[in-house]
């Protein structure tokens, strides 16, 4: 699938997903290229009247959100719960999901829990049968180290994610460190996401594991609607 019509799947997806989205609600807002393009929709509907407010996961979907005119707020100020979130997703098997290519996956966890709709928008080359991407792991920079050793025990490969266009790793906007690890094919994720989960200084993973409540796969000619 060449960049054009991958760009177009993924605005047909999204344009099916803000659809979710109705007067009133409090919505989460998604990091990533396929996310932005729902954040941009759902902005032209604000210019028309759509009254919403908007919590984003991370800088890069606040400053598309301002950009576009939706009001923002936070969790706390939401008391922990929205209506709906739109994400996106680097990987999905059904309903489970490898997120974190953006670095933006502890706040993208907190946002879509708190949803009581999660709804997911993708192009066709995030699909696979079985996951089997690298899962992005958090880290606190004091635990490059123990964590990198207790992952390799758990049968993977950590890399220190780097930073394209400065010297250095990636920094998310928490202050961390960001592990991609390798397992290969995860036929028990539930069980490897325990496992991450319980390891010292680790922040937060990218397996986002019966969250979904809705994945909206856009094709070349339309949308595909996927009920986990």
């Known amino acids: ?86 994400d996106g997703a680097d990987q999905f098997a059904g309903g489970d999901l490898i997120k974190g290519g953006g670095a933006a996956h502890a706040r993208e966890k907190i946002v879509d829990s708190a949803a009581q709709e999660l709804v997911i928008v993708v192009d066709p080359t995030k699909r696979a049968d079985v996951l089997d991407a690298a899962v992005p792991v958090e880290i606190l920079p004091d635990a490059r180290r123990t964590a990198a050793d207790a992952i390799r025990a758990l049968d993977g490969e950590p ?24 397992f290969g094919e995860l036929t028990d994720p539930a069980t490897l996401a325990s496992a991450l989960s319980e390891l010292p200084g680790v922040v937060e993973h990218g397996l986002f594991l019966d969250l979904a409540d809705v994945v909206y796969l856009g094709t070349e000619t339309g949308v595909e609607r996927i009920e986990p």
Do not use: W, Y
């Open 159 to 182: 890399t220190l994610r780097r930073a394209k266009h400065k010297s250095g790793p990636v920094v998310t906007d928490n202050g961390n460190l960001v592990f991609d690890c390798d």
């Open 1 to 86: 699938m060449d960049e054009s019509t991958r760009k177009a799947a993924k605005r047909r997806a999204s344009e099916r997903a803000v659809e979710a989205v109705t007067d009133g609600d409090m919505v989460g807002l998604g990091s990533g290229s396929t996310a932005e393009h729902a954040i941009r929709l759902l902005g032209d509907k604000v210019e028309d009247g759509l009254d919403i407010v908007g919590v984003p996961t991370s800088f890069q979907a606040r400053e598309v959100a301002t950009d576009v005119g939706i009001e923002l707020t936070t969790l706390e100020e939401t008391a922990g719960r929205l209506d709906v979130a739109i």
